[in-house]
């Protein structure tokens, strides 16, 4: 079982299949509505089963939620022995920044989960027009890097057109 990281209110839980209708009821508003990212659940198909998109293959799927509500949700993709891709890192938007501190407390508890499954690499994509998760990202030591420079099993979405990686297994990394 992944550990439960606690955020002020909000607590950070695995999901699972019975959340799929509360994840995509999160996630396809703020790519299509709020960020006008040209993705349709047609394209994401793994909204639809979480657990074998994620669980199965070693990886894993969290939320954080503020009471019973959903407010935000971090996936991680098995890709490799050491590899993994960080996958479906959204957050409500009354629940962003730092003061709320959602988005740190589910990236501290996939880089949890990473140490303890032995991942060292960890690559993630992203569409242009998410500048403020950019800026996360960087924030928290991951670096730009070339679409050239992905592993070939990376898991890459047609709107994702920015990528990135971090070290995980980097001495004195904070998670």
Known sequence: MAPITKSA???????????CADIINLVLPIQQNEFQVAVTLEDQPDLLDIETAYISP??????????DDLVGTIALLRTGKHTAALRKMFV??????????VAGALLKTLKEFCHEKGITDLYLGTAPQLR??????????????AVEDLPPEFPRMPPDKIFYYADLGKKNLSL
Do not use: C, M, P
């Open 58 to 67: 070693g990886g894993n799927f969290w939320g954080a939620f503020d009471g």
């Open 92 to 101: 409500r938007e009354v629940y962003r920044g730092k003061t709320r501190g």
């Open 9 to 19: 209110e909000i607590r950070i839980r695995s999901l699972d299949n019975l959340h």
């Open 132 to 145: 403020a998760a950019q800026r996360f990202y960087e924030q928290n030591r991951f670096v730009e890097i």
